[in-house]
């Protein structure tokens, strides 16, 4: 039934639905859906890379749908196109029971039996590969700690993996691995291949985006206020937090050679403090500021933030800066990684030095929009940071590039797959049959376990707590009446 079909006046009715049929305004009314936005970090304008993207997620989202974005944690930010709120498990409760959609990352599901309960459409944001920055963030611990810690998080995106109807990751490289991830838990199967041959309805490509507005600067922050910082030095930017499989080490080692032949050059961090209050400090962070005093670089040449900058003033560092570098160690995380910083560079329009070995490496070599170099090679590093501060010419082609590609990756083109997924949400075909889901569900016990007494035990009970027993009792007359 339209919506406008409790209108009194028929003539009016039929009036109006000549107008607005060939407009489809019908269908746009009635295909709002309400959707759940869950995250796990603290919704605050010191935003980490996972609170701007589930933000944007709702943002985008919120032009078609009703959208709630919530946190376990608190909140103190507010949006005029959807709602914003800390949950605890009863208000968690209370949001999946009225949505249509839920969509999430990280731990929260582990941490939320309702999550791990529900029957709604989930759809599961695996743009960071957690399980693989384990291995790093977890190196100080003693051996048996740092095993439990590795296993439990790829436990937790195991877990993700077997229950989402939908996936999104953050490039085709991270999309191979991804794919090879749910093979193992059973999610490559007859039922999904038969749905989409290229499994585009089960995992698709959503990367990090940019700001639709552009950057505008609004006040000094560097030049002139930090002291010294001047206003013609040469600022190199290390735009994000400093974690355990990154190196600044390197970098540091390459401003110091640096500053012999550039002695303007001034190396900024952006910011020591994560947010979340689940991120401790990280041992690279100390290690950093320690190599710095000792090679007395540390408030002359190199500066760091120790607190984080709020998410609406960053692009005035950004802006102030000369060259933004990306420097991380020769490890699996690496390849792949999305650097999230690196985005604010695209932004800004903010030629970039990055190591080589991830996605978007890939794509400052393909579109000349800095200079990647070898993991842990100093002189490498500092060449290329020589030659973009350097060089003129070679600086503003790059920023030309940059502004060339960047609109490709703003939010409302790179969420399109969430944004097309919402709009004609459906379960997983593999999981909506109690008899696949049961095999899928099961898979980490091996096939073994999925046939035989044992098998048809769990997906009796399975039956009988979904109150499905009519369903049962055909599937046993179907198997008596096979034997």
């Known amino acids: 039934m339209p919506w406008f079909a409790g209108v009194g006046d028929s003539a009016f009715v039929h009036a109006f639905s000549a107008t607005i049929d060939p407009l489809g ?10 959707i759940l936005v869950a995250s796990g970090e603290v919704l605050e304008p010191k935003m980490s890379g996972p609170t701007i993207r589930a933000w944007q997620m709702a943002r985008t989202l919120a032009r078609e749908h009703d959208v709630q974005l919530v946190s376990d944690q608190d909140c103190r930010l507010s949006h005029p196109d959807f709602g914003t709120r800390a949950v605890d498990e009863s208000g968690l409760a209370e949001v999946e029971a009225w949505a249509d959609v839920i969509v999430f990352q990280g731990y929260v599901m582990r941490q939320h039996p309702v999550l791990r ?30 095993m439990f810690a590795v296993l439990s998080s790829a436990d937790v995106l ?46 698709a490509v959503a990367p990090f985006g940019l700001d639709e507005e552009p950057p505008r600067h609004t006040r000094p922050v560097l030049r002139g ?19 355990n499989w990154l190196d600044p080490l390197t970098l540091l080692r390459a401003v110091d050679k640096l500053r012999r032949r550039l002695p303007e050059v001034r190396l900024y961090f952006l910011g020591l403090q994560h947010p979340s209050p689940r991120v401790g400090e990280m041992q690279m962070t100390t290690d950093a500021v320690d190599l710095a005093r000792d090679l007395r670089l540390l408030g002359t040449h190199v500066f ?11 692009q005035n560092y950004l802006l102030e800066a000369d060259v933004g570098v990306s420097t991380h160690l020769d490890h699996v995380e690496s390849r792949f990684s999305f650097r999230t910083r690196v985005l604010d560079y ?56 940059i502004a060339r590609i960047a609109p490709s990756f703003r939010w409302s ?16 075909p593999d999981l909506v049959d109690p008899e696949t889901a049961a095999l899928v569900g099961n898979r980490a016990g091996g096939m073994w376990l ?34």
């Open 225 to 243: 206020v930090v002291p010294g910082i001047g206003s013609n030095d040469k600022i190199v930017l290390w735009g994000g937090g400093v974690y």
């Open 304 to 314: 760091f933030n120790e607190d984080w900058v709020a998410n609406d003033d960053r």
């Open 158 to 203: 195991n877990e993700q993996l077997r229950r989402g109807d939908f996936f999104l990751c953050a490039s085709e490289k991270q999309r191979d691995f991804w794919l090879g991830q749910l093979a193992a838990v059973g999610r490559i199967n007859s039922r999904t291949y038969g749905q989409s041959e290229n499994l585009d309805s089960l995992i």
């Open 117 to 146: 309960k529900s029957r709604k459409i989930i759809v599961v944001d695996i743009y960071d590969p957690f399980h693989l920055e384990v291995l790093e963030q977890a190196r100080h611990l003693e051996p048996p700690k740092r």
């Open 450 to 483: 999925q046939t035989g007494w044992k098998a048809d035990a769990r997906k009796a009970i399975g039956f009988v707590r979904r109150g499905e027993m009519r369903l049962l009792l055909s599937r046993v007359k179907a198997r008596l009446t096979r034997r």
């Open 346 to 401: 695209l932004w800004t329009s903010l030629p970039i030095v990055a190591t080589a070995g991830d996605s978007l490496a890939a794509l400052i070599e393909s579109e000349k929009i800095g200079i990647t170099v070898p993991p842990g090679d100093v002189l490498a590093l500092e060449d290329a940071l020589f030659r973009l501060l350097d060089d003129k010419d070679l600086n503003a082609s790059c920023r030309a590039a």
């Open 413 to 428: 083109n790179v969420l399109r797959p969430l944004v097309e997924f919402c709009r004609s949400p459906a379960r997983a």
């Open 25 to 34: 305004l019908d269908e746009i009314v009635e295909g709002r859906r309400r």
